[in-house]
């Protein structure tokens, strides 16, 4: 089955600082992506829709100022969370549609705890 | 917006008793709908999926009904083993082909 990479695994960073996290199908050639974000014992909720060659989708309360979306190439597509704050700590998730089966239809990343302090 | 409620939240039963997990959703036009686990920590591996045409769909010990028009979904694993203690998440699929996702049940299998 396909593979997505996810890096990093878990992060930590001073308030006012930059993250980014890559997301990186290793195996299957991915036109879009889609970013989640989890808070402890709530659901994913889907941020953005990153398109290759193109500019990403947001959600609705979604800020793209903050949450920059780039998906250069099939490969490869990055979330950096600018000026990070305490309350953006959270498990950022992303996933790619690999094509549907009687299984499902996407693949995940294994997720990036970020804690900003 | 599509609203996806789990219940239970939590259930802890002693191994080899089987399990039911309920996903209740609003919107019946879904074009599919996917049940996943997560172990802490980490993403999520998917389980099963049901078109919307169908009533259910069946992996070695998982099984999975869906009532389309009803809203809801149903997934049975048959004769629990610790290795399923995990959370499972539903997550029906809209015509956009965007994931609603519930908040999941925690099932905690006892050896």
């Known amino acids: 089955g396909a593979v997505v990479s996810q890096h990093p695994s878990w992060v930590i960073c001073k308030s006012g600082t930059s993250v980014k996290i890559e997301c990186r199908s290793l195996?299957?050639?991915?036109?879009?992506m889609f970013w989640y974000r989890q808070f402890p014992k709530q659901s994913l909720m889907l941020m953005a829709t990153s398109n290759e060659g193109s500019k990403a989708t947001y959600e609705q309360g979604v800020e793209k100022d903050k949450f920059l979306i780039n998906h250069a190439s099939l490969t490869l597509s990055t979330l950096t969370v600018t000026s990070a704050h305490p309350e953006d700590s959270s498990f950022y998730i992303c996933?790619?549609?690999?094509?549907?089966?009687?299984?499902?239809?996407?693949?995940f990343g294994s997720g990036t705890r970020l804690t900003v302090v | 917006k599509q609203e996806v409620t789990q219940i239970p939240a939590a259930l802890s039963v002693p191994e080899g008793e089987n399990l039911v997990l309920n996903c209740s959703f609003t919107?019946?036009?879904?074009?599919?709908l996917q049940w996943f686990r997560q172990d802490p920590g980490k993403g999520l591996t998917s389980l099963l999926l049901i078109q919307s045409s169908q009533r259910e769909q069946t992996s070695g010990r998982l099984n999975a009904s869906l009532d389309k028009s009803s809203g809801r979904s149903t997934l049975y694993i048959a004769a629990s083993q610790p290795g399923d203690s995990a959370t499972y998440l539903c997550a029906p699929e809209g015509g956009d082909y965007k994931l609603s996702f519930g908040a999941g049940t925690t099932v905690t299998v006892r050896a």
């Open positions: 195996d299957f050639q991915a036109t879009t």
């Open positions: 919107d019946s036009a879904i074009y599919n």
């Open positions: 996933s790619v549609p690999t094509g549907y089966t009687t299984m499902g239809g996407y693949t």
